[in-house]
């Protein structure tokens, strides 16, 4: 069959449902939580040296960090906000320019074909790259070309012969969900393991530091608001060491929710599929793999990875998603 249509601004801007700027909770928190330690600080000179000239200090202690407190709170709607508003004023463009015009798409069993005023272009599916269905689109991107079809252009027989296609997996779905744990241990031992040295150098050097500052505070005759300053710092470098602890449980914290939610998985020779995402991903997307301890990682680039953890999966699930892993992607 062959549809032609022109692809509305809702239909397009759907694409970038769960990819529109967001609020940055992660470095609000951070800030907040830097900026009441130094506010205590300042309280602390305050209540216990009020006739001594470190009466201006304390007050620059409790001001400019009470400026930043509010300022990181009220930045966070702020700008996402205007971050959104750019985002979206650019995609907007960019549908003007190259997907507001008529185009048409056609399909069958070896290939798709898009036809735009630029050309004509044919993908066989066997070049397909992902499919990504929305409510009332689906994308497909090849390896040379995308397309986006609105659903409304097709017929229901086509449309399931369409997502037969676009989404090719043989198992039943099983299901699976990223907890903070699974996050935590894959992540920081990720990490350890590829920058090892700066780890081990900052607790070492951590330490040191909290050494010193116990042994100054320990053996101290200052008054109580000097003491309690040694106390705050040492509460920053404590704050600072354990960073690897809290680093990682709060950024999936404030992480999107589909991504912490309840997904499927299904799994074919030529890639595989989430839900409720409604993602098709092809093998030959991925630059590596790597198979750890408690899950499987496998690479979009080398920063980001989609996690499977092992403990969701049997052990003769374990062993498919290996060997398909093995038989399609570069072990890391």
């Known amino acids: 069959m062959k549809a032609t249509y022109i692809l509305s601004w809702e239909e397009f801007a759907e694409l970038y449902t769960d990819s529109w700027p967001r609020p940055d909770y992660f470095t609000a928190i951070v800030v907040a939580g830097v900026s009441l330690l130094l506010i205590a600080y300042g309280f602390s000179l305050f209540a216990f040296q009020p006739l001594r000239d ?38 907007r463009s960019k549908y003007e320019r190259w997907y507001s015009k008529e185009q048409s798409f056609s399909f069958d069993q070896e290939k798709w074909t898009h036809e735009t005023e630029a050309g004509r272009q044919e993908v066989p599916w066997t070049a397909l790259l992902k499919a990504v269905e929305w409510p009332n689109v ?51 031992a990720r990490l350890w393991r590829k920058h090892w040295f700066r780890f081990a150098f900052a607790n070492v050097f951590g330490l040191v530091v909290l050494g010193w500052v116990f042994q100054t505070w320990l053996t101290s005759h200052e008054k109580i608001g000097v003491i309690i300053g040694w106390i705050l ?62 899950a499987f990682l496998i690479f979009v680039d080398p920063n980001h990875y989609y996690l499977l953890p092992k403990r969701c999966f049997s052990g003769d699930q374990q062993t498919e998603i290996r060997r398909l892993l093995q038989a399609n992607v570069k072990a890391e």
């Open 54 to 91: 470190e009466t201006a200090l304390s007050f620059s202690f409790i001001g400019f960090p009470l400026v930043l407190f509010v300022g990181a709170i009220a930045s966070v709607a702020s700008q996402s906000k205007k971050a959104k508003s750019k985002a979206m004023a650019e995609k």
């Open 233 to 294: 710092a040492a509460s920053a470098v404590i704050l600072v060491l354990s960073a690897q602890l809290w680093f990682v449980p709060l950024r999936y914290v404030t992480s999107p929710k589909n991504w912490r939610s309840p997904k499927t998985v299904a799994f074919s020779d030529r890639g595989f599929q989430l839900s409720p995402d409604g993602r098709f991903t092809a093998w030959k997307s991925f630059p590596s793999f790597q198979e750890v301890r408690r």
């Open 138 to 188: 689906l994308q497909l991107v090849g390896e040379n070309s995308s397309v986006i079809i609105p659903k409304r252009v097709l017929e229901p027989e086509a449309l399931r012969t369409l997502l037969q296609l676009a989404f090719p997996v043989r198992n039943t779905p099983w299901p699976f969900q990223i907890t903070a744990w699974d996050y935590q241990t894959t992540e920081m």
